[in-house]
């Protein structure tokens, strides 16, 4: 639950950049002072920079949790399909 916890307050603090960040461009783009063309590619590359933290921070929790389950020797769904195969004499 912690880390659902954790995941929901980031997606929450990031939601809320996102539209401080879009106000902000906005209000650049009414003063004359960035053009829309600009403040869409900053969005964009925004985003994509977004992506791309979430997908290394996915991978960094992947490997912490594995290495939690290996020091707490808790058996994994592999390790549990390999027992049954070996049961079955596979």
Do not use: H, P
């Not at 977004?50 to 290996?70: D, F, S, V």
């Amino acid at each position: 639950m912690i880390l659902k916890d954790l995941f929901y307050i980031g997606l929450g603090s990031a939601l809320l950049a996102k539209e401080k960040v879009e106000e902000e461009l906005n209000k650049l783009v009414e003063k004359g002072k960035l053009s829309k063309e600009d403040a869409k590619k900053i969005l964009k590359e925004a985003k994509e920079k977004g992506e791309e933290e979430e997908k290394k921070a996915r991978e960094e929790i992947k490997k912490a949790l594995k290495e939690i389950l290996q020091e707490l020797e808790i058996a994994t769904k592999k390790d549990i399909e390999d027992l049954k195969k070996s049961l079955k004499g596979e």
